[in-house]
């Protein structure tokens, strides 16, 4: 029975399972985007993100804590120099997920997870969506002062 063993074990050894994390982590840092399958995108997600929070507060205590999952000395230098500045204000969810198709060989489903930060064509879409609101209680409003005038010219 697997009572409350919650990760992807993504039919791999603990160790090997460890060490593809951690590479996948380094390249997703180092690349901001990366395509992969969906299960392994996933599991990357659980492992990374905590990784991105630490990184916020850049301690020497964090450094080392991020390091020993990472062991790469340029990928912890990129993380805490330029991916934790974009990362400050977000309370979390650093990566997205985004689905891409089926693998043709194998049909396994794949995806592009990538940094939230980074992607500059989501960025702009956003802004442009926030600026332009509608009001529902518009219309109505608009129609009761359209008979209201049309009410004042027919009262002249």
Do not use: W
Not at 21 to 38: D, F, G, P, Q, V
Not at 99 to 126: H, P, S, W
Request: proline share 1%.
């Amino acid at each position: 029975m697997r009572h409350n063993k919650k990760f992807n074990h993504l039919g791999r050894k603990a160790n090997h399972r460890a060490s593809m994390l951690s590479n996948m982590a380094c390249s997703l840092i180092m690349h901001k985007r990366i395509h992969t399958t969906l299960a392994k995108a996933k599991a990357l997600r659980i492992y990374v993100e905590p990784l991105l929070t630490r990184a916020k507060e850049d301690t020497q205590a964090n450094r080392r804590l991020v390091f020993s999952e990472l062991k790469q000395k340029a990928v912890v230098t990129e993380l805490f120099q330029n991916v934790s500045e974009k990362i400050a204000n977000r309370p979390g969810g650093y990566t997205r997920i985004l689905r891409t198709g089926f693998r043709q060989g194998d049909a396994a489903e794949m995806c592009l997870i990538e940094l939230v930060d980074y992607n500059e064509n989501m960025l702009k879409e956003t802004k442009k969506a926030a600026k332009k609101s509608t009001r529902r209680a518009g219309k109505k409003a608009a129609k009761a002062e359209e008979a209201a005038a049309v009410g004042a010219q027919a009262a002249e």
